[in-house]
């Protein structure tokens, strides 16, 4: 090969090597950047004011709700309980928490024949039943305590 068909592939390595760091970089400066605590939600609709979008319509529930309890500055906020509800912080969940212990979809509660389960999704930090590590889907019960990195809900 001639001197210029390496010197340019030698570029072209270079600056796709360039881009692989500035998009590592890009990812742990939006991993770590968050700070504190943001609060979104999209369906099921909390009762407090906070970022919601339009995305998914709000499902008729049958009463129950998810409350947060922990943190305090986001205790009180509830949300309707559909046939599923997912939590993380991604943009699509219908809960979304900006707290770097939670994964981008981190836990879904759901219904199956009348009972409401929950199940964590392969978090790195793991979900919590009333201070249980959850492996499996589990029933969960009304005054039940769930724990999605540092955020606690209650169903009620």
């Given amino acids: 090969m001639s001197e210029q068909?390496?010197?340019?592939?030698?570029?072209?390595l270079l600056a796709l090597l360039y881009l692989f760091f500035l998009r590592v970089l890009r990812a742990v400066w939006t991993e770590i950047g968050g700070g504190g605590f943001r609060l979104a939600t999209t369906g099921g609709g909390g009762d407090r004011s906070a970022p919601a979008s339009s995305a998914r319509p709000p499902r008729p529930s049958d009463g129950q709700r998810l409350t947060?309890?922990?943190?305090?500055e986001l205790a009180g906020m509830s949300f309707?309980?559909?046939?599923?509800?997912?939590?993380?912080?991604?943009?699509g969940c219908h809960i979304t928490l900006d707290d770097t212990f939670i994964s981008q979809i981190h836990t879904r509660v759901f219904r199956?024949?009348?009972q409401v389960l929950v199940e964590d999704l392969g978090s790195t930090n793991g979900s919590y039943l009333n201070r249980d590590r959850l492996s499996a889907p589990m029933v969960m019960r009304q005054g039940d305590y769930l724990q999605v990195?540092?955020?606690?809900?209650?169903l009620s």
């Fill in 5 to 12: 068909i390496l010197t340019i592939l030698k570029l072209c």
């Fill in 149 to 154: 990195g540092s955020v606690v809900l209650e």
């Fill in 112 to 114: 199956r024949d009348g």
């Fill in 80 to 91: 309707a309980l559909d046939d599923e509800v997912t939590i993380g912080r991604a943009a």
């Fill in 68 to 72: 947060i309890r922990e943190p305090g």
